[in-house]
T-cell receptor, first 113, second 113 residues
């Protein structure tokens, strides 16, 4: 059964710092991996989608990488800002699970000014 | 950018009552989903809907839950007899899952008292 783990669970950094959020999954047989942002009490905003054949995707200050064989993805945030404070969720579509997304518990990021 | 719309944003209901949560998915998506997130926990898959029928469901989606696409635009989740443990944020999503990933709505916070 596919499991998704995100480390660390929480992270506090000063404004301007570059940071990396980690996501690991137990079964490398995935279709794709998607990173989301969730603000407190709000919905999920898609940040980046990486297909299983891709190694990375970039959007502005965000860069996500995927190493399917080792079951890992990272989300790199450059020059962090207070507005980046949120919970970041990683989710995969696994071959065994049809089209359902399997989520990690998230990393809660706090960026102080 | 296309959005998934959910109503209501908040609902309070008495234990044992029926509730219907409503969603308008993105019009050219073919897969529709309900997920839930109990406070402090992971986002969990409930059910997927494709071609006017349930294509996958989780263990959580028992006989008290049902889904329907009553017309060409709406997608609903019905909870027949609510329990205290049904209190959660319920998210609707639609997707072209293997190509474009998921788009989530902003959620309905259900509180059962």
């Amino acid at each position: 059964k596919q499991e998704v783990t995100q480390i660390p669970a929480a992270l506090s950094v000063p404004e301007g710092e570059n940071l990396v959020l980690n996501c690991s999954f137990t079964d490398s047989a995935i279709y794709n991996l998607q990173w989301f942002r969730q603000d407190p009490g709000k919905g999920l905003t898609s940040l980046l989608l990486i297909q299983s054949s891709q190694r990375e995707q970039t959007s502005g200050r965000l860069n996500a990488s995927l190493d399917k064989s080792s079951g890992r993805s990272t989300l790199y945030i450059a020059a962090s800002q207070p507005g980046d404070s949120a919970t970041y969720l990683c989710a995969v579509i696994a071959h065994q699970a049809g089209t359902a997304l399997i989520f990690g518990k998230g990393t809660t990021l706090s960026v102080s000014s | 950018e296309p959005e998934v719309t959910q109503t209501p944003s908040h609902q309070v209901t008495q234990m044992g009552q029926e509730v219907i949560l409503r969603c308008v998915p993105i019009s050219n998506h073919l897969y529709f989903y309900w997920y839930r997130q109990i406070l402090g926990q992971k986002v969990e898959f409930l059910v997927s809907f494709y071609n006017n029928e349930i294509s996958e469901k989780s263990e959580i989606f028992d006989d008290q839950f049902s889904v329907e696409r009553p017309d060409g635009s709406n997608f609903t989740l019905k909870i027949r007899s609510t329990k205290l443990e049904d209190s959660a944020m319920y998210f609707c999503a639609s997707s072209a899952p293997y190509r474009d990933g998921y788009t989530f709505g902003s959620g309905t916070r259900l509180t059962v008292v």
